[in-house]
């Protein structure tokens, strides 16, 4: 009997082993304490510890920021004893949608994360996942220091600090805009006579990867353009039901972009490519134009383009509409702090936050890496690029700027937005139908209230 | 032998730990899985319960059953495209006398590497511009034959299959491969004095002695091809516009893209459900065929 108790507890001892090994977050037993008796404390010799930053830079073309992360790290670590960062680099639509997702379900994200402002910081602040910041701001004075976080501000907290902003606009090959005699348009007909005469020449005028996963990428082009044609207001009522997607602004928006495609203007592969390899068409000269986020300036300038020195930026042209003159651009996306921190984690991460968001490091990820700053008072840009001056100029001229349509709807709209956009480019619907489409889909979403 | 078996405490010291992993894997996701279907949850709230509405929704929903019907494509390519080659090339590879090993590692091959790698790889063959697929088809002066492979909804989905295909052929080729050389020698050597030679040798002999190994890779096949995810998700993530969309990456999608948890979970359901009568039907077909098949 004795024997086979012996063997029941092996087997239960097993089946725990077992399971323990699914826990993903064992915790160690409790340190040793230390033996002797003598009570004199050990001075500053803190007990080490590691905080995990989850960053998204992990693309070749953000080495740089990849090396200023660290490089911000390792002086915090200094400051902070015991302290000991882990960077976790993840790609950005991983992190989004599955992994920082899954762990938000879970409560095991880690301290500091790559957060996007709108819809995710605000189901993630409900859920209590988020630190609000207000007090650390005040604390280190940079509270007043940001121009704007709208996106990341819930209920009058700040749940996430933006590291830089975007705007969104054509980039140009000035060599190639040279060589078929054009210059910068100013109007919609004045865009569609450059890319003639571009396609002229046998030059692809715009370049586009809005293949397979990579729907959102055409429209960024029909945002601006149904914004520019309806204005700004249209696209804040979408989510409400004020406005409709079957209002003349948005038929004429995907009417243009549809033309676009049927006259060649825009890469007749669209829909066989990912976004990255439309972007390449670009900055290896095969292209003209791109309709892109400021982001992309880090790749048109990188080791791989040959376009560095020869691009340049306009915002979409006039297309003679209430919205002309507006730009695309926010500050959606930084850093997020996890609610649930130990003591001395907080400590890193407030030293962390004093290190990184301030202007010398602003202006750092400005000049190496094209980033337009989140913070004011980045001046004397000596060093930066032809391209990211002709992005602060495009920016600083517009009449005002109007967030991404994403961050104004709901998930189910904007997904359905991406599939009937590229259903409009495969000339598979009609311009009519598309909005009836998305007007059905924003009306289920509000029914639904997701 | 017979004394291990009736001494209960070893009984469990063998089966215990396999029966905690198979609860732990498998019977207890399961069951979360179907609590969840029947919520209404974003993955990040509390789930609130709405019955059996996200089933009805699935049933009702036009994309879930383009899902459907491009996984029914999948099977029938798999059993009716797939399957027949890899039997008619196992039986010519079984014939080769020199260089087998040879012939046996190269169809093999494939199957070795990892899907995500294969789904990368092709997805380079079939690229517009410097894909190798379109590249031949110039050199070879069949330029009108190009295509965007995986941006056209009338190829993206076949491009799939074939793709899929030709990873695992090479691995039910092994598989039939040792079925056949399993074969006793004295039958085959029986028929051929009886005079089956060449495909009557193969149709009359060969594939009825192979029958349980066809058995099984066409049962593999099908339910490996009710619960494909991986390739479709890298090679066109469902796309253009949703018509290679799969159930498993519909699901993913509602899961992932749309945080719509519970809707997601109901899909699960739905797709065990369906592959398990998919796969009861194969069974059945099966069972009373091979009973012909003895007379």
């Given at each position: 009997?004795?024997?086979?108790?012996?063997?029941?507890?092996?087997?239960?001892?097993?089946?725990?082993?077992?399971?323990?090994?699914?826990?993903?977050?064992?915790?160690?037993?409790?340190?040793?304490?230390?033996?002797?008796?003598?009570?004199?404390?050990?001075?500053?010799?803190?007990?080490?510890?590691?905080?995990?930053?989850?960053?998204?830079?992990?693309?070749?073309?953000?080495?740089?920021?990849?090396?200023?992360?660290?490089?911000?790290?390792?002086?915090?670590?200094?400051?902070?004893?015991?302290?000991?960062?882990?960077?976790?680099?993840?790609?950005?639509?991983?992190?989004?949608?599955?992994?920082?997702?899954?762990?938000?379900?879970?409560?095991?994200?880690?301290?500091?994360?790559?957060?996007?402002?709108?819809?995710?910081?605000?189901?993630?602040?409900?859920?209590?996942?988020?630190?609000?910041?207000?007090?650390?701001?005040?604390?280190?004075?940079?509270?007043?220091?940001?121009?704007?976080?709208?996106?990341?501000?819930?209920?009058?907290?700040?749940?996430?600090?933006?590291?830089s902003g975007y705007i969104e606009g054509f980039f140009y090959n000035k060599k190639l805009f040279e060589d078929a005699g054009v210059t910068v348009p100013k109007t919609w007909d004045e865009l569609l006579a450059v890319c003639e005469a571009l396609k002229a020449k046998g030059i692809t005028p715009i370049a586009m990867g809005d293949g397979s996963g990579d729907g959102w990428v055409a429209n960024m082009l029909v945002n601006s353009l149904f914004v520019g044609l309806g204005g700004p207001a249209l696209q804040d009522g979408f989510a409400t039901g004020a406005t409709k997607w079957t209002d003349p602004a948005v038929v004429e928006a995907l009417k243009r972009v549809q033309d676009l495609k049927n006259k060649g203007y825009i890469d007749p592969n669209v829909l066989g490519l990912k976004y990255s390899q439309g972007q390449a068409n670009f900055y290896t000269g095969k292209a003209a134009m791109l309709f892109d986020g400021s982001w992309a300036a880090n790749a048109i300038t990188g080791d791989t383009s040959t376009v560095k020195d020869v691009s340049g930026f306009f915002r979409l042209p006039d297309v003679g509409g209430p919205g002309d003159g507006y730009i695309n651009g926010g500050w959606s996306n930084g850093f997020g702090v996890s609610a649930n921190l130990k003591e001395n984690e907080l400590k890193a991460v407030k030293a962390f936050i004093k290190n990184w968001y301030n202007v010398e490091q602003q202006k750092r990820s400005l000049i190496e890496s094209s980033r337009i700053p989140a913070m004011k008072g980045v001046s004397n840009v000596e060093g930066a690029t032809e391209l990211v001056k002709s992005l602060g100029e495009s920016q600083g001229s517009a009449k005002g700027a109007f967030p991404a349509f994403d961050a104004l709807v709901q998930k189910s709209v904007k997904v359905t937005l991406e599939q009937t956009v590229q259903e409009l480019l495969g000339g598979k619907i009609t311009p009519e139908k598309a909005a009836e489409r998305m007007q059905q889909a924003q009306e289920k979403a509000i029914k639904e209230g997701k | 032998m017979n004394k291990i078996l009736r001494n209960r405490v070893a009984y469990m010291v063998f089966v215990v730990p396999a029966l905690v992993l198979y609860i732990t894997f498998y019977l207890i996701p399961l069951f979360k899985s179907l609590q969840y279907s029947v919520t209404s949850w974003d993955g990040i709230t509390a789930p609130v319960y709405n019955g059996v509405d996200n089933f009805i929704r699935a049933l009702s929903d036009e994309k879930f059953w383009v899902a459907f019907k491009n996984n029914i494509y999948f099977v029938l390519f798999s059993v009716f495209i797939q399957v027949p080659i890899i039997i008619v090339v196992s039986i010519l590879v079984s014939g080769v006398k020199r260089l087998l090993d040879f012939y046996k590692l190269t169809v093999f091959m494939p199957s070795i590497l990892s899907t995500a790698s294969i789904a990368v790889i092709w997805q380079f063959i079939y690229s517009p511009d410097a894909g190798l697929l379109n590249q031949i088809l110039k050199a070879a002066g069949l330029e009108t034959w190009t295509r965007l492979w995986l941006g056209d909804e009338k190829t993206a989905f076949l491009s799939v299959l074939v793709t899929n295909g030709w990873q695992w052929t090479g691995f039910y080729i092994v598989l039939v491969l040792a079925g056949i050389f399993a074969i006793p020698k004295e039958i085959l050597e029986a028929g051929e004095i009886d005079g089956a030679v060449g495909w009557r040798k193969a149709w009359l002999l060969t594939i009825p002695l192979i029958r349980p190994v066809i058995v099984v890779t066409m049962l593999l096949s099908i339910t490996g091809a009710m619960k494909a995810l991986d390739i479709v998700l890298i090679m066109t993530n469902g796309g253009p516009f949703g018509s290679s969309e799969v159930m498993a990456t519909y699901m993913y999608q509602q899961a992932y893209a749309l945080g719509d948890f519970g809707y997601a979970n109901a899909i699960a359901i739905i797709i065990t459900v369906f592959t398990a009568i998919l796969s009861l039907i194969y069974h059945l077909v099966n069972k009373k065929t091979s009973k012909e098949a003895e007379y």
């Open positions: 009997m004795k024997k086979s108790l012996t063997l029941l507890m092996i087997v239960a001892l097993m089946g725990m082993l077992t399971l323990a090994g699914c826990s993903g977050s064992s915790k160690p037993a409790d340190p040793p304490k230390e033996s002797g008796g003598t009570t004199t404390p050990e001075p500053e010799k803190a007990e080490s510890f590691d905080v995990v930053i989850r960053h998204i830079n992990v693309r070749d073309t953000a080495k740089a920021m990849l090396k200023q992360l660290e490089e911000v790290s390792a002086a915090t670590e200094k400051e902070v004893p015991g302290l000991k960062f882990k960077l976790d680099g993840v790609e950005d639509t991983v992190n989004r949608d599955v992994k920082l997702k899954a762990e938000m379900t879970s409560g095991t994200q880690p301290p500091l994360f790559n957060l996007f402002g709108g819809d995710d910081t605000i189901k993630y602040a409900k859920a209590g996942r988020l630190l609000a910041l207000n007090d650390m701001l005040t604390e280190l004075g940079i509270a007043d220091a940001f121009f704007n976080l709208r996106e990341f501000t819930v209920d009058g907290k700040i749940y996430g600090l933006p590291e | -």
